[in-house]
C-alpha cells in the first residue's frame, strides 16, 4: 500500500492537518507501523466476504488494511473528531464508521443480522488498555456466533489469558477464557511501534470459541473458578470453605470431584474446574432440600412468638 497511514510521518501530517492531538483519556496510542497492522489485519479476516468490526479506528491505521481484506468493515469509534478524518482519509466504500462508545453497543443486536445470514463477524482492535477485558468479554458473552476476535493488548494481560496452569500468572481470567475460547498469539509488538508510545510492551492475540465444551451454566461456573481464586496462597477447601459458608460442604464438592481439600486453585487444569463444577451441579440439590427440611415451617414460627 502506499503511502499507509500507519506511518510516523502520515500520522503527524493528519494530526497536524485535522488539529487532532493524542488523547489519553481515551487511550489513543496509535500504530505507526504498516508492516504491524498488515500482519493484523491478514490475520484478523478469516473471510474477504465476511464482515469486520473494529473496535476504536483511531485515525485508522489498521482500518485502511481491514478495507483492504474485506468487503465490509464496520468501526465504532467514541471520539468524535475521527469519523470526518476516516472519511476523507480511507475513503473506502467498505467502511462504515459508527460514532459510539462500543460498551454501549447491543452486541446480540448487532450481530444478530449477521448471524440470519450466515455472514461471518471477525473483531478486530488495537484496544485501549484500561477497557481490554471489559470489552472481551462483553464479545464472550455474546449470543450470536463470532468467527474470531484479533486484538492488540497490554503484553501483561495477553500473559495472563495465555498462562498454563501452575504458572505464576494463571488467574480466573485465564481458566475461564480457556474454558470458552482457543487462543493464538499471533506477535508480540514493541512498544516503539506506537505513537505515543505507551510504557509497556504489547502483544497481539486471537480468540476463536470453542465448540467441543459442555453445556453448561457459565455465571455459575465463572463464580466457583473466581471463588477457588479469591486467595491465592489458600488451598481449595479454605476459599470454598468461604464461598459455601460451610466446611462439611467444601470437603464434599472436593470428595466427589476427586481433588485433595490441600490442593491450590493454579494447580487445576480447565477440565479439573468443570469436574468441580458438574459436582456442585450433583450436589446443590441435595444441599437445598436439607436447608428447606431445617427451615421452620410458617405454624412453628408463630407457635414460637
Ligand atoms: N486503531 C487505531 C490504531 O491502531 O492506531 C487506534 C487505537 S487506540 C489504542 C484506541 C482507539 O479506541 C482510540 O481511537 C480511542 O478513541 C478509541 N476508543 C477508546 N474507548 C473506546 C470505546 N469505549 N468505544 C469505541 N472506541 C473507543
Known amino acids: 500500500m502506499e503511502n499507509p497511514i500507519a506511518s510516523k510521518k502520515r500520522t503527524r501530517q493528519i494530526q497536524e492537518t485535522w488539529n487532532a492531538s493524542t488523547k489519553k483519556s481515551f487511550g489513543q496510542n496509535f500504530i505507526?507501523?504498516?508492516?504491524?497492522?498488515?500482519?493484523?489485519?491478514?490475520?484478523?479476516?478469516?473471510?474477504?466476504?465476511?464482515?469486520?468490526?473494529?473496535?476504536?479506528?483511531?485515525?485508522?491505521?489498521?482500518?485502511?488494511?481491514?478495507?483492504?481484506?474485506?468487503?465490509?468493515?464496520?468501526?465504532?469509534?467514541?471520539d468524535p473528531r475521527f469519523p470526518p478524518i476516516l472519511e476523507k482519509e480511507i475513503a473506502s466504500d467498505h467502511l462504515e464508521i459508527i460514532q459510539k462508545d462500543f460498551l454501549e453497543v447491543d452486541v446480540n443486536e448487532l450481530l444478530k443480522p449477521f448471524a440470519k445470514n450466515h455472514t461471518p463477524v471477525y473483531f478486530a482492535s488495537n484496544l485501549p488498555y484500561y477497557i481490554t477485558t471489559p470489552i472481551l468479554f462483553k464479545l464472550f458473552e455474546a449470543n450470536e456466533p463470532i468467527a474470531a476476535i484479533t486484538v492488540m493488548m497490554q503484553k501483561e494481560v495477553a500473559d495472563r489469558f495465555?498462562?498454563?496452569?501452575?504458572?505464576?500468572?494463571?488467574?480466573?481470567?485465564?481458566?475461564?477464557?480457556q474454558y470458552r475460547c482457543h487462543l493464538k498469539r499471533i506477535m508480540d509488538v514493541n512498544r516503539n511501534v506506537f505513537w505515543p508510545s505507551p510504557n509497556v510492551g504489547s502483544t497481539v492475540l486471537q480468540f476463536t470459541f470453542r465448540t467441543d465444551q459442555p453445556k453448561i451454566d457459565e455465571s455459575r461456573f465463572v463464580a466457583l473458578v473466581k471463588a477457588c481464586f479469591v486467595q491465592r496462597r489458600k488451598t481449595l477447601l479454605n476459599n470454598l470453605q468461604s464461598w459455601l459458608e460451610s466446611k462439611d460442604k467444601a470437603l464434599a464438592l472436593l470428595e466427589e470431584a476427586g481433588i485433595e481439600p490441600a490442593t491450590r486453585a493454579q494447580q487445576l487444569e480447565v477440565k479439573d474446574f468443570l469436574r468441580l463444577y458438574e459436582s456442585l451441579t450433583r450436589l446443590e440439590p441435595a444441599w437445598k432440600d436439607t436447608a428447606d427440611q431445617n427451615?421452620?415451617?410458617?405454624?412453628?414460627?408463630e407457635g414460637q412468638v
Open 32 to 78: 505507526v507501523e504498516a508492516g504491524v497492522v498488515d500482519k493484523i489485519a491478514k490475520a484478523a479476516v478469516g473471510d474477504p466476504d465476511g464482515v469486520v468490526i473494529e473496535i476504536g479506528p483511531g485515525i485508522g491505521a489498521l482500518t485502511q488494511f481491514l478495507c483492504e481484506y474485506a468487503k465490509r468493515v464496520i468501526a465504532f469509534e467514541i
Open 162 to 177: 495465555m498462562a498454563k496452569v501452575g504458572s505464576k500468572e494463571y488467574n480466573a481470567l485465564s481458566v475461564i477464557t
Open 295 to 301: 427451615e421452620p415451617n410458617e405454624s412453628k414460627q
